[in-house]
């Protein structure tokens, strides 16, 4: 596991959440739920670890709504911030551009 997703996982245990407004705009568009993303933050699989990246470390997961599909996470934390964890964006992958079982991009 990655620090930056270790990290997030605290904060959202913690309860030191929020969702951008981009975010929000990306679950109702896809019919995510908000609480289905933070009850499944600890079995979030990791894609892609941005540690370094200029607003903030974040990181792209792969996680699983109520009914068990697939969905991107994007979570982040503020840049020098301790928290809270942010979920940036999220939204249902498409198969045409993610290999099976969605953590690799289709070449």
Request: aromatic share 8%.
């Amino acid at each position: 596991m990655s620090h930056t997703l270790a990290r997030i996982i605290d904060l959202v245990r913690r309860e030191e959440v929020r969702v951008s407004d981009h975010g929000y705009e990306e679950l109702s568009a896809d019919g995510i739920f908000f609480r289905d993303l933070v009850d499944e933050i600890e079995k979030a699989r990791l894609i892609e670890d941005y540690p370094d990246y200029p607003k903030g470390p974040c990181v792209l997961v792969l996680e699983k709504d109520r009914d068990g599909n697939p969905v991107h996470a994007v979570w982040g934390i503020p840049r020098n911030a301790d928290g809270p964890a942010v979920l940036v964006t999220a939204y249902r992958p498409d198969p045409a551009k993610w290999g099976e079982g969605f953590t690799r991009r289709k070449k």
